[in-house]
């Protein structure tokens, strides 16, 4: 198995295993008569920066390589390189719940641009997305999570401490096994964009060499 697919085989087993883990704790909340509120088409959440590890970001990429062609692809690299020119502008009062926490100015609040990945409210690279946007979800109405674009509507959104709690282990694993593939956690970690574009053009040098 070549590195890229090693990669992208290490990334594929974490989220299988973090989707067996949130799909038991929302069957458990459904018991305790707790509803999780996430459904398709409902992107709120797509407007807070994903970060990801080295694995997912190849995985995204080798994705993509096989959905997009020709103009396709380069719309979608220009679209990341915007998005990562405004989200790294300024990033801390980009996060828009701290913002709110720290209470400033609302008027000041910098316009908080949608994932790159996200077209027509739906995610371009869902069946591959990051842990990050798979365990993602709320029981609170949707209307919170509208919070992160327009901040002085209601309060922020509930995340599931269930769900969060139960991928726990899975995280601690996947930490480990990267640990031991020689990929510190602390060093591959980045905008899901910047790991994505990277291997994108990592890829599009090494086919123009041959
Ligand atoms: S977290 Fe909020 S915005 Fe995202 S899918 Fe769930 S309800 Fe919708
Ligand atoms: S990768 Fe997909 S699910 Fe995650 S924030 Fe972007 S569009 Fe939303």
Redo the contacts with the bound molecule.
Sequence with gaps: MDETSKLASIASKYHADIDTEVGRAVVRLAGAGIAVQCRKGC?WC?RLP?RATVPEGVLVAGYLLEKLHGGDMAALKGRISSWLTVIRRDEETRDAWGFRRKGLEMATFPPVPP?P??TDDL?L??PV??MG?RVHCTASSPKRCRAVVCPETIAEPELVPEVLQAVKPVCMSYRKSLEEAGLPFDKVLDH?AALVLDRLEITARSEGMR
Excluded: D, E, G
Aim: with cysteine; charged share 10%; hydrophobic share 40%.
């Design positions: 992107s797509c994903v994932c990945f996200l995610c690279v869902y997305r990051p946007c899901l």
